[in-house]
């Protein structure tokens, strides 16, 4: 098992206050908490913090973790001392919803969590708990609706008592015209019931992968469309990709980059379906031949243009 | 072999379809329902209006209720910071949306 510095993860020095320390968690906390942080690894990084946290906050947990000293030198296994917990009281360890570190587990689990879990489901005797996931699909899902393998990770309290996430595997019908944010609720799919009572409920959360052409908006999608020059000067028909097929588009003459045209009811589904924008993007052809440079010098000497004339120069 | 849409577990969207009581509220958060009455006081979560005396809330607000509870909990701030913290990120989707339909 891989012995685990709180200290060196939470940026204390060994003989840190406890002010010290609830400052020190603040601040890890908010940089990396999952529903506020876009750092990378925020969720295990905010884990591994709370563990810290958990320990160093709690004068017992801090003495006894003290006394491991620095732990293994780096690559050896870490086992507790066969002598480990004798002469400290933990209390309460539990509480938090997070899964904590083998580490963690083989020093504090055990009885502060067994002793604080039950209580919880008691208070709402007979029903399993609800529980929450939260899945990453592809836009596809939403626009065409349909069925897709989900695999899950659910919380649960193991035989000791520990929490544990466990896989879950579930084919699941995705809703037509869901949104990010919004979730699917199974019924009866969460914890099983306790004696007689009903199972909970299961709620997946749906996010969407980005997708390669288009952008979301609520439930309107966008398109960069690129044009040649001609074609958003005198107009023109030309294809472009939809979530329902190609369809021909017609651009109006005198069109620019930045123009917007919308194609209403074709974006993501539901009774108002979102609308479907596509904004232009003027492409240049190259003038890598002799005949593309005289083509350009033949626009330039016919068309006065000063593109700059805006700024003043 | 099987399609995948054999036996497909269906659900609906519950942002979308569900109207919950103070009391479903309080028992799908595991939070006392005075707990909940200071958020709606404080505006972090809100009821909506129905011809009844009781409170009833749209289904987002299950989401935005363990959000708050969340950062409640993790970043031991108040209720006040609590609200603000749910406002600035509100903001921070409505920006990130803008910068998408650009």
Known sequence: MEFKDYYKVMGLARDATEAQIKQAYRKLARKYHPDVSKEKDAEARFKEVGEAYEVLKNPEKRAAYDQLGQGPRPGEDFRPPPDWGTGFEFSGAGGRDSDYSDFFESLFGGQGRAGSRPARGAFHAGRGEDHHAKVLLDLDATLQGGARQLSLRIPEIDAEGRLVSKERVLNVQVPKGILAGQSIRLAGQGQPAHGTGTAGDLYIEVEFQPHPLYRVDGRDLYLDLPVAPWEAALGATVKTPTPTGTVDLKIPAGAHTGSKLRLKGRGIPAAAAGDFYVILQIALPPADDDKAKAAYAALAAAIPFNPRAILGV | ?102
């Open chain 2, 1 to 102: 072999m099987s399609s995948p849409d054999d036996q497909a577990l269906t659900g609906a969207i519950f942002e979308e379809s569900a109207i919950l009581t103070l009391k479903d509220l309080s028992r799908m958060c595991a939070v006392d329902e005075r707990h909940l009455v200071e958020y709606v006081e404080e505006g972090v979560i809100h009821a909506v209006a129905v011809s009844s005396s009781e409170w009833h809330f749209s289904g987002a607000e299950l989401r935005r209720t363990r959000l708050a509870l969340r950062l409640e909990r993790d970043l031991e701030i108040n209720l006040a910071g609590v609200a603000l913290a749910l406002e600035l990120l509100d903001e921070l989707k409505r920006l990130r949306r803008e910068q998408a339909g650009r």
